[in-house]
């Protein structure tokens, strides 16, 4: 079956830090690749997705994620982290016909001044 | 403004009252989708629609229906809500299969 897996459901980092969050699929074939963040409160918002081409996808507020096909995975980065980043962060897979979006468990990520 | 937009936004029910939360979406998208979010579960696919009059189930589909009479608007309808149906809806849309979600505020229901 479809799934995806956060293994990391909260991460807590200093203001500044580097951060990573992973991201693990499982598809028949390689999926579309979505990373969604939602702040307290609020509805989703899309961070940066992959479809094809270029295995390192930039997003907004200086994120980014790398596609790895041999790791199945899909990690979200971000080189320094601010205090208004915290939040909670869904990656989520469609497959190629498109009907399905299945979104993994979420990871909350809280960050220490 | 490009947007989607759910309501009510809040609603507390009772168990066996019948209610309905709308949808409705500005930007002439064919796909919509209803989504309920439950703590450490993120978030599962109710029902989806890829047009008007076609809908689907999705992962968690009993207890609830659907409509799509018009593109714009995608009903989700409670016959009789249970306590097991306390959760955060989002109602999303997009313009093709291969094409990212938008999403509305969310309806936030409590089933007593």
């Known amino acids: 079956a479809q799934s995806v897996t956060q293994p990391d459901i909260h991460i807590t980092v200093s203001e500044g830090a580097s951060l990573e969050l992973r991201c693990n699929y499982s598809?028949?074939?390689?999926?579309?690749l979505f990373w969604y963040v939602q702040s307290p409160g609020q509805g989703l918002q899309l961070l940066l997705k992959y479809f094809s081409g270029d295995t390192l996808v930039q997003g907004i507020k200086g994120f980014e994620a790398e596609f790895k096909r041999s790791q199945s995975s899909f990690n979200l980065r971000k080189p320094s982290v601010h205090w208004s980043d915290a939040a909670e962060y869904f990656c989520?897979?469609?497959?190629?016909?498109?009907?399905?979006?299945?979104f993994g468990a979420g990871t909350i990520l809280r960050v220490k001044s | 403004e490009a947007q989607v937009t759910q309501n009510p936004r809040y609603l507390i029910t009772v168990t066996g009252k019948k209610l309905t939360v709308t949808c409705s979406q500005n930007?002439?998208?064919?796909?919509m989708s209803w989504y309920r979010q439950d703590p450490g579960l993120g978030l599962r696919q109710i029902y989806y629609s890829m047009n008007v009059e076609v809908t689907d189930k999705g992962d968690v589909p009993e207890g609830y229906k659907v409509s799509r009479k018009e593109k714009r608007n995608f009903p989700l309808i409670l016959e009789s809500p249970s306590p097991n149906q306390t959760s955060l809806y989002f109602c999303a849309s997009r313009p093709g299969p291969r094409n990212e979600q938008f999403f509305g505020p969310g309806t936030r229901l409590t089933v007593l």
């Open positions: 989520a897979a469609t497959g190629s016909y498109g009907n399905k979006l299945v």
């Open positions: 930007m002439n998208h064919e796909y």
């Open positions: 598809y028949g074939a390689t999926p579309y």
